[in-house]
């Protein structure tokens, strides 16, 4: 999942009735919870939604086959059971009786057809390639087949079936992902794009209600939701914060109640003055910068090795960042389920002065020096944590002879720019939308489309990953992985930079609240002490 600008502060507020807060007034009677979300989304489709940001506010209203509880472990969701074939090729899930806000029973159908939807050219959507584990997934979404062709069948109203190309160990956990969630057929096909304006429903905790641009997202708790009686926050509002320092002001003042990051370098001083509010937690998410395959001199593959082992990342994570961020020398990070990263680059043990002279030669052999210095610009989102490591990696290769020029862009448009191609290197982020190494290294498959920034493209690596899916041996696709991210890192496509942790500044009053791997924390388990 795009990493957005949660690097920056997206704020989670839970305010009773506060005369204090500077938000809306809470009804008398009700419990609100306010959320800062960093920036307004670009959708609450849920078929064209990619970031945190989205999923914040739409993984609040929705709910697929699957969901997580109060640990992020999966749960049943729609579905209340799942059966597959010996051969781990047909899964069949057995639906709840449940309803659509609007009184409307939630069907197979309406699974089928936002499959089909997120799937169709026409949507859209950057997450088609998620799901090319399908039959007939990619042929559909690369338009060379029809909708019907894709395998998925609602076999009844409440019994929803859908046929795989291999295996995939981690279907669980992505049949809770927003790419799999349903679409209310009867709203979508009679008000088309405009469905999530003014007529938004919805199968999960809470409905959106309004969206007021650039000011906030009100939600308020589905009284048709199956669960609607253990949820007990009546009201959200998700508002585009992004200032950490004076949300971490608010939450200080007892006006805000969550704030789901910190401002890493200001960690240490905050578990000294609030302890009981500051909770960090292994994360799975990587820093990373991509290089433009279309950028002539960014095409020598001794350049893009001389740039990243001239990053002094042990200083960018202990010295400026100070999180407990930790420097990454692969893209799968520490803790994701059955895979071991790899560390292949040889040099990453080595003194960074011994670095940095390697560096230097590698640039010197690929025809740059003193009278012909290599001129890059770095694009990176402009927020605090990316701002100042680019300020850093701006220094770390000017001290190898490389002229470096930072172009900072809000969040939304800094991706946008990343999508269409419009940049040199790239900062971005990426967190696993489920625990399995795919859910990085298929990032970097040739039919990736957009979300691959630097189009990395070699077939052996692409073999390497069709090999895994088709293993059923637990270990044995682990080192077709592991093979597969090795070739990918001596390519050198983009430079990890650190691995992230989760950062919340939480009030103690706030119970429900389970420090996990993937850092969701859904406003369903959430209640308030008086």
């Known amino acids: 999942m795009r990493a957005a600008v949660l690097i920056l502060a997206a704020m989670l507020v839970l305010v009773g009735c506060s005369p204090k807060a500077s938000t809306a007034a809470c009804a008398p009677g009700r419990t609100c919870l306010r959320m800062g979300n960093v920036a307004d989304p670009a959708t609450i489709d849920p078929q064209k939604i990619n970031g945190v940001e989205e999923d914040n506010i739409v993984?609040?209203?929705?709910?697929?086959?699957?969901t997580e509880d109060v640990n992020g472990n999966v749960i049943p969701g729609i579905a209340t059971r799942w059966e597959t074939s010996p051969d781990g090729l047909i899964w069949s899930f057995h639906l709840r009786d449940a309803k659509w806000s609007d009184g409307f029973p939630v069907t197979a159908d309406d699974f089928?057809?936002?499959?089909?939807?997120?799937?169709?050219?026409?949507?859209v959507a950057e997450y088609g390639y998620l799901l090319y584990f399908i039959q007939g997934a990619q042929a559909v979404n690369e338009g060379k087949a029809p909708l019907e062709a894709l395998g998925v069948t609602a076999l009844d109203a409440h019994t929803l079936q859908i046929k795989l190309l291999h295996p995939a160990p981690y279907l669980l956990q992505l049949t809770k992902h927003q790419t799999m969630y349903p679409a209310p057929r009867h709203i979508v096909e009679r008000y088309g794009e405009t469905w999530t304006k003014d007529h938004y429903v919805s199968d999960g905790p809470y409905v959106i209600q309004t969206w007021k641009l650039g000011d906030y997202i009100h939600a308020t708790k589905n009284p048709l939701f199956f669960d609607a009686n253990n949820v007990c926050i009546d009201d959200i509002y998700f508002y585009p914060i992004s200032d950490s320092i004076s949300a971490e002001r608010r939450v200080r003042r007892g006006e805000l109640d969550w704030n789901i990051d910190i401002q890493s370098n200001r960690i240490a001083r905050l578990r000294k003055e609030i302890p009981d509010y500051v909770h960090t937690n292994t994360w799975l998410g990587t820093t990373y910068i991509a290089f433009n395959a279309q950028v002539a001199s960014l095409k020598d593959k001794r350049v893009r090795h001389a740039l990243s082992m001239a990053i002094d990342r042990d200083f960018m994570t202990k010295k400026?960042?100070?999180?407990?961020?930790?420097?990454?020398?692969?893209?799968?990070?520490?803790?994701?389920?059955?895979?071991?990263?790899?560390?292949?680059?040889?040099?990453s043990s080595w003194p960074y002065e011994a670095r940095q002279a390697e560096a230097r030669r590698l640039l010197a052999a690929a025809g740059f020096g003193p009278g012909h210095p290599l001129k890059i610009k770095i694009t990176h989102?402009?927020?605090?944590?990316?701002?100042?490591?680019m300020s850093a990696i701006q220094s770390d290769w000017t001290s190898i002879g490389v002229q470096v020029s930072l172009v900072p862009e809000e969040g939304q448009i800094a991706y946008q720019s990343y999508r269409s191609r419009a940049f040199q290197i790239a900062d971005a982020g990426w967190i696993a939308d489920?625990?399995?190494?795919?859910?990085?290294l298929d990032q970097l498959q040739s039919m990736t489309g957009t979300m691959n920034y630097g189009d990395y493209n070699n077939p052996a690596y692409d073999s390497l990953l069709d090999q895994a899916d088709h293993e059923n041996d637990i270990a044995k696709r682990a080192a077709f992985l592991a093979r597969a991210e090795a070739l990918m890192l001596d390519d050198a496509p983009f430079?990890?930079?650190?691995?992230?942790?989760?950062?919340?500044?939480?009030?103690p009053k706030i119970t429900g609240f389970g420090p996990n791997i993937a850092d969701r924390h859904r406003i369903r388990w959430m209640c308030v002490k008086s």
């Open 59 to 66: 993984g609040s209203a929705m709910m697929g086959l699957t």
């Open 112 to 123: 089928v057809f936002g499959l089909r939807r997120l799937l169709d050219p026409k949507t």
């Open 320 to 347: 400026l960042l100070r999180g407990g961020q930790s420097s990454a020398y692969s893209f799968t990070p520490p803790g994701v389920a059955n895979y071991t990263p790899v560390q292949v680059l040889p040099w």
């Open 381 to 389: 989102r402009n927020t605090p944590d990316p701002s100042l490591i």
């Open 434 to 440: 489920y625990n399995d190494p795919k859910s990085f």
């Open 495 to 507: 430079v990890p930079i650190y691995f992230y942790v989760s950062k919340n500044l939480l009030n």
